[in-house]
């Protein structure tokens, strides 16, 4: 249990897909408009990095040894997201049109992730257990819908017309994320593995 | 210049100037503000970038849009990561396995670039083949020129060289090594760059005005 909980607070706090590693960035500002679109952002992420983390995990356990492993791993870990990715909306399209219809749009961009693929090579190098790689996964998520939260509150001042106009929008959200970044480094010091 | 050219000339000039990914569309963000950290892993990741982008592009444009984007999607991301092999044994041969071990994460996550995923089913299956070939070259050299700016400039104030030419700056940053030195250097970047294209673009208007009433 100690080790899940660890694992889900290092991916929401102090490797925080966004303000560590800045994946998912793009997502993240293209749906910081809407926090309704960031959740659900959030939740395909969520669901899409804790099976994928898992998926990695048992890869690396019986390929990582490989001289190619670390060639053809993307390749093998897009083929996982890929099975995920028809499954799930074949399943969601089959159990509940309304909600296939509303997902659709974001689907692809939630899945094929930088954050998504960031977790599943991050997770079993940094997890000992199938269900530690899923806790990670899982706070991957979770720490992509705190980013997204602390956008959101602030999206209407970074797009106020007291900004001035060249660091309006994309400019001053990058050094807002900066920022909250700074502020989270303070907590494992000034090291980042990548 | 007639206007036939004029606009082909802002259409392919549109991926490093006026929709540069980085400074104003804010893709591959990632990669920039935290993989080029030093001149080398920015070499490294800006010719990754196009060994996995150009030839992943170009090969999904022949896949048929008459499939539904919810397979193409799977398919384009298949293809640049079946590309993402040779890409690394070249990045391995020209830069060294050393260089591309330094950049960790950021490697594999190019495979999902939105350039490759969103851009082919968007804009580049439309466009004819040599249009859309000199709009991707402009997207990649746009990339590559801020990833590497940016992979010297942090090489220069924290390291004091860049890449193997030793400097000497007046003063040292070592956090501009971090993630946040590259979400602030990015966003006083991008800030600077719209401001200054925005000046060119009003003196333009301001010479075509001029022009006109001659």
């Not at chain 1, 749906?31 to 959030?42: N, P």
């Not at chain 1, 997902?103 to 992730?113: C, D, G």
């Not at chain 2, 104003?24 to 010719?47: E, H, K, Q």
């Not at chain 2, 580049?124 to 249009?131: A, C, E, I, N, Q």
Request: include cysteine.
């Amino acid at each position: 249990m100690t080790e899940i909980i660890t694992a889900s607070l290092v991916a929401i706090l102090l490797q925080n897909s966004v303000f560590e590693r800045a994946l998912g960035i793009n997502v993240l500002i293209y749906s910081a408009r809407d926090m309704k679109k960031t959740a659900v952002f959030a939740l395909v992420i969520t669901a899409a990095s804790s099976l994928g983390a898992v998926g990695a995990f048992f890869l690396r356990q019986h390929f990582g040894t490989e001289k190619y492993y670390s060639i053809f791993q993307p390749l093998l870990f897009i083929i996982i997201v890929s099975v995920l990715y028809m499954a799930s909306l074949f399943t969601i399209w089959r159990v509940s049109p309304s909600l296939f219809k509303r997902i659709r749009p974001y689907a692809h961009l939630s899945v094929f992730n930088c954050a998504v693929i960031g977790a599943m090579f991050l997770a079993p190098r940094l997890t000992d257990t199938w269900y530690a790689a899923a806790a990670y996964g899982f706070g991957t998520g979770v720490g992509f819908l705190f980013a997204g939260f602390m956008l959101r509150i602030a999206y209407s001042r970074l797009h106020s017309e007291l900004v001035p106009k060249a660091f309006r929008g994309f400019p001053i959200s990058m050094l807002y994320i900066g920022c909250v970044s700074l502020a989270l480094y303070a907590f494992i010091g000034y090291s980042t593995t990548i | 210049m007639d206007n036939n050219n004029y606009q082909l000339s802002l259409k392919t000039s549109e991926g490093y100037v006026r929709k540069n990914l980085v400074l104003s569309s804010g893709w591959l963000v990632g990669p920039v503000a935290a993989g080029a950290t030093d001149f080398s892993n920015a070499l490294v990741i800006s010719l990754m970038f196009a060994l996995i982008t150009a030839p992943s592009v170009i090969l999904c444009r022949f896949i048929s849009t008459r499939l539904s984007y919810a397979v193409r999607v799977p398919i384009y991301a298949i293809v640049a990561a079946l590309l993402y092999a040779p890409a690394l044994l070249l990045t391995n041969k020209l830069l060294g396995a050393s260089a591309t071990d330094a950049v960790g994460v950021f490697l594999p996550v190019l495979v999902v670039n939105p350039l490759i995923l969103s851009k082919t089913q968007t804009r580049f299956v439309h466009d004819p083949p040599l249009r859309m070939l000199r709009v991707l070259l402009g997207y990649i050299v746009g990339f590559a020129a801020v990833c590497i700016l940016l992979g010297a400039l942090r090489d220069a104030l924290v390291n004091f060289s860049i890449g193997w030419l030793p400097l000497s700056p007046p003063f040292q940053v070592p956090a501009l090594e971090t993630a946040f030195g590259g979400f602030l250097l990015i966003g006083f970047l991008a800030a600077t760059f719209r401001a200054g294209y925005a000046g060119l673009a009003r003196l333009a208007k301001v010479r075509e005005t001029a022009e006109r009433k001659k």
